[in-house]
């Protein structure tokens, strides 16, 4: 099936999808996020009925910054010889979503395995589905603060990224078992220096 990818986007980056070869069986498309809910819903009339996956991916360089995929199975409603059956029609959608406006209509009344999908890319990528009945985190702490997912995201996570790395050397190229040295010794030896002066004052007088 022959792929109708659009041109790459507008952008300082050049759209990755645009520069992958066709998939044989399975057609790709970009649209816009406000022809979206129309797109799927014809696609699902059309035969479409399973939807396979629902993720993001974070482009920082592109303009839309985002972009939300859909992959959609035409599943035969009718008797279907095995060659039929063993050489699915596939679809993805890509939808792209400006960092302006991180907002999509929610196809969980569409598709119910949408729900925790949509949730994942909330929770991840902090893009918002309008009209989910319960969109919240799925896989990090309610208060956890940003989204893990994007490619900005702080390798420590936003809190301990505001706090002071430890002094220690680094070990990276050391041996496991490595005796320490250098300032990670004189560490280790003030906490032990450090522990024995509290153990003392804490042993009981006779």
Not at 59 to 87: E, N
Not at 134 to 149: A, K
Request: net charge neutral; hydrophobic share 35%; aromatic share 6%.
């Amino acid at each position: 099936m022959p792929s109708p990818q659009t041109p790459p986007m507008d952008g300082s980056a050049i759209d990755p999808t645009a520069l992958r070869p066709p998939i044989k069986d399975a057609a790709i498309e970009r649209i816009a996020p406000a022809e979206l809910r129309t797109r799927l819903q014809a696609l699902r009339e059309d035969g479409y009925m399973m939807l396979l996956d629902l993720g993001a991916v974070d482009y920082p360089q592109r303009v839309p910054r985002f972009d939300v995929v859909y992959h959609l199975l035409k599943m035969p409603v009718a008797a279907a010889t095995p060659d039929q059956i063993g050489t699915p029609q596939r679809y993805r959608l890509l939808c792209g979503v400006p960092i302006e406006n991180l907002s999509l209509p929610t196809i969980t009344d569409l598709w119910r395995n949408a729900d925790w999908a949509e949730r994942e890319v909330f929770d991840l990528f902090g893009i918002t589905f309008e009209g989910h009945p319960d969109l919240r985190r799925i896989q990090m702490p309610t208060h956890w603060e940003g989204h893990p997912l994007r490619k900005d995201y702080p390798l420590r996570g936003p809190a301990k990224e505001r706090s002071p790395r430890p002094p220690f050397a680094n070990k990276s190229n050391l041996v496991a078992g490595t005796p320490p040295s250098g300032r990670t010794a004189e560490a280790l030896q003030q906490q032990v220096a450090l522990r024995q002066a509290q153990d003392r004052k804490e042993e009981p007088k006779a």
